[in-house]
């Protein structure tokens, strides 16, 4: 069995904008993604951080091929899973699960819990009603909820109940793998504790491998085994989560670490203060994407498109200058 | 409550039971604020009872000529104790007619709306949900069906079918299907996106199974609406074809070829009973419906009130 779960090489997705006019002649491409390289092993906690808009969450859904990929491949377990056919697609969502960002949106307001969950049974598993309703009860215990939560609507339930809700959905059917979408931004920072935790709790107990997305630098530090750096649809770092905090490369990782407000306001650390917006993913920076704003950019940054270059133990940076 | 077993204790509405017989509940209190919309509903209601039960109300029959004593028709009588609503110039009782007239139109109306209804959230489910190609073939028929003018289309066929309470019914459904499937495409192409919708896809459900299970129940609202709209059209476009003589046939009785007799300049200066009462029928049911869409999209929508 090899280390690696999952394997993820030159990953592109882009949507098309507007209807680019006649037969999509001079379409343009939101380029959301745009060539990513990365592998996630086995039992880890991957954490993948950036802003807003920088393709996070169309990663985490290519890789479950919620959005189509434009290029690239994604090995599950050596199985490019882009190329599976729709009927070996079904059998491979057992393993591959999700848990989104709201839980309100999160939960169809039209079925009872016991619905909501029951139906990764009904769509793998032939189970009389009686037996589903027991495993689904029994999911309910597991991630802190009560049996007899299951004939409630979503509705009665506070959003951390939700959250729980949506990942006893996602575990119903013992995936290997878990993507975490945003899973604890919409909920308030005590419930947050609450749920990352139990997160933790049910990835020792149930063997998971999580890619956990956030812009919540703390939370991914907390949870993490490995974190990734995304800016503009590429990934401009990975490393140990240690080794990342403590020895931040790249110059956009740097200023999003010295973004982090300090427990202990009298150890100051300087801010670095990015200049400028995001370049839209339309039309991105030829050479590296982050020269634009990057107080280090020097003419090569413009012509050349930095490698992504491992520094040794696995830290890797996309940066000429380093 | 207990101490030890959840760590968030209980739902914080666990006193509040059955979610969707309380947003019944909830909607029907909103439905209630609108007089108008609370108006229609009576109206219909009256309306219906009365159809249904046409054949025990009705005092005369609404088919034949009525002989008086005298042995004569009673053409065109004015409305009296014994015709309440007066007689029309073949000497049939207009009331009796009107409540006979009342079956047609809402069996027109019902037929022809579950027809267009049921075709439009098929195709429309089938262009929002899968895309591409389908989206593409299923809204240029669209395009092609809303351009033409239905009213001619409908005269044309049923003058060269044979003109029927049938045909005008598969006729009207047929054509009026189009609103429907833009507005579930445009709904499905908002609702697919919502997570739930693609925790299901996650999951591995059936896309059949996700149309039917998660996206169509929650976009009944805006269905129902559209549906109780269209009805009021479509009782509308019978009464117009009627009218016209190319939609429900004579003996039988539809407010439309009732109020055919108005071309007459002589019924119509002198003769007001044979059709004010099909002409006031007719506007109050459309009225009437009307008011009902418009009540319910306030009330199962708060968010849209106002839009029209």
């Known amino acids: 069995m090899s280390e690696h779960l999952l394997e993820i090489?030159?990953?592109?997705?882009?949507?098309?904008?507007?209807?680019?006019?006649?037969?999509?002649?001079?379409?343009?491409?939101?380029?959301?993604?745009?060539?990513?390289?990365f592998s996630i092993r086995r039992g880890e906690t991957l954490g993948i951080v950036g802003e807003s808009g920088c393709g996070k969450s169309t990663t985490g859904r290519a890789l479950l091929r919620l959005v189509p990929a434009t290029e690239g491949q994604v090995l599950f377990e050596g199985r490019n899973i882009l190329r599976a056919s729709s009927g070996d697609m079904r059998g491979l969502r057992r393993e591959m699960q999700i848990i989104f960002q709201d839980p309100y949106a999160s939960l169809d307001p039209r079925m009872t819990v016991g619905g909501i969950i029951g139906e990764a049974f009904k769509a793998h598993e032939r189970l009389s009603s009686r037996e589903r309703e027991e495993q689904v009860q029994e999911l309910l215990s597991f991630v802190g909820l009560r049996p007899e939560h299951i004939r409630r609507y979503p509705h009665e339930f506070s959003?951390?109940?939700?959250?729980?809700?949506?990942?006893?959905?996602?575990?119903?059917?013992?995936?290997?793998?878990?993507?975490?979408?945003?899973?604890?931004?919409?909920?308030?920072?005590?419930?947050?504790?609450?749920?990352?935790?139990?997160?933790?709790?049910?990835q020792q107990k149930l063997e998971l491998t999580y890619l956990f997305i956030s812009h919540d630098l703390r939370v991914v530090k907390h949870i993490s085994d490995r974190v990734g750096v995304?800016?503009?649809?590429?990934?401009?770092?990975?490393?140990?989560?240690?080794?990342?905090?403590?020895?931040?490369?790249?110059?956009?990782?740097?200023?999003?670490?010295?973004?982090?407000?300090?427990?202990?306001?009298?150890?100051?650390?300087?801010?670095?203060?990015?200049?400028?917006?995001?370049?839209?993913?339309?039309?991105?920076?030829?050479?590296?994407?982050?020269?634009?704003?990057?107080?280090?950019?020097?003419?090569?940054?413009?012509?050349?498109?930095?490698?992504?270059?491992?520094?040794?133990?696995?830290h890797r940076v996309a940066c000429h200058y380093r | 409550m207990g101490w030890t077993t959840t760590p968030e204790g209980a739902a914080p509405k666990s006193s509040r039971s059955g979610g969707e017989g309380s947003m019944v509940f909830q909607a029907w209190r909103r439905y209630k604020k609108n007089k108008l919309a609370v108006f229609g509903l009576g109206f219909m209601v009256l309306l219906v009872l009365i159809s249904i039960l046409a054949p025990l109300l009705a005092p005369h029959d609404p088919f034949s000529s009525i002989k008086n004593e005298a042995g004569t028709l009673d053409i065109m009588a004015k409305p009296s104790q014994e015709y309440l609503l007066g007689t029309d110039s073949l000497g049939r009782d207009v009331l009796s007619r009107l409540m006979y007239a009342g079956r047609v139109s809402l069996s027109v109306g019902l037929v022809s709306v579950t027809i267009s209804t049921v075709l439009g959230v098929l195709l429309g489910a089938l262009a929002g949900y899968y895309g591409k190609w389908t989206d593409s073939v299923i809204m240029r028929v669209v395009d092609v069906v809303y351009c033409f003018p239905v009213m001619f289309l409908i005269i044309t066929v049923s003058a060269l079918l044979k003109p029927s309470m049938f045909n005008v019914m598969i006729i009207i459904g047929l054509v009026s299907w189009v609103g429907t499937a833009r507005l579930v495409r445009g709904e499905i192409l908002r609702v697919r996106e919502l997570?739930?919708?693609?925790?299901?896809?996650?999951?591995?459900v059936r896309s059949f199974t996700i149309i039917v299970r998660h996206i169509l129940p929650n976009i009944m609202a805006p269905i129902l609406v559209q549906a109780t709209l269209m009805t009021a059209d479509a009782i509308l476009t019978e009464a117009a074809l009627s009218f016209l003589g190319v939609g429900v046939q004579q003996p039988t009785p539809s407010w439309g070829n009732m109020l055919n007799e108005a071309m007459s300049i002589m019924v119509l200066r002198f003769k007001y009973w044979i059709w004010l009462y099909p002409g006031l029928a007719i506007l109050l049911t459309v009225l009437s419906i009307n008011f009902i869409g418009d009540g319910l999209r306030d009330a199962l929508d708060p968010k849209l009130k106002g839009r029209k």
């Open chain 1, 230 to 314: 995304m800016y503009l649809g590429a990934m401009v770092e990975i490393a140990d989560k240690r080794e990342l905090y403590a020895n931040p490369q790249h110059p956009y990782t740097r200023a999003l670490l010295s973004a982090i407000p300090q427990a202990n306001p009298s150890r100051r650390r300087e801010r670095i203060i990015l200049q400028g917006d995001v370049p839209s993913p339309v039309n991105p920076p030829s050479g590296c994407r982050f020269r634009t704003r990057c107080p280090e950019a020097t003419e090569r940054c413009a012509l050349e498109t930095p490698a992504f270059k491992d520094l040794g133990g696995g």
């Open chain 1, 159 to 202: 959003g951390g109940q939700r959250q729980r809700i949506g990942i006893a959905r996602a575990l119903a059917l013992r995936p290997k793998f878990v993507v975490c979408d945003e899973p604890v931004s919409a909920l308030d920072v005590s419930i947050q504790a609450q749920v990352v935790n139990l997160m933790k709790e049910l």
């Open chain 2, 195 to 204: 997570e739930y919708v693609q925790a299901s896809k996650a999951l591995g």
């Open chain 1, 9 to 37: 090489k030159g990953l592109k997705v882009h949507f098309p904008t507007g209807d680019g006019g006649w037969f999509g002649r001079g379409r343009q491409y939101v380029k959301a993604v745009d060539g990513l390289d």
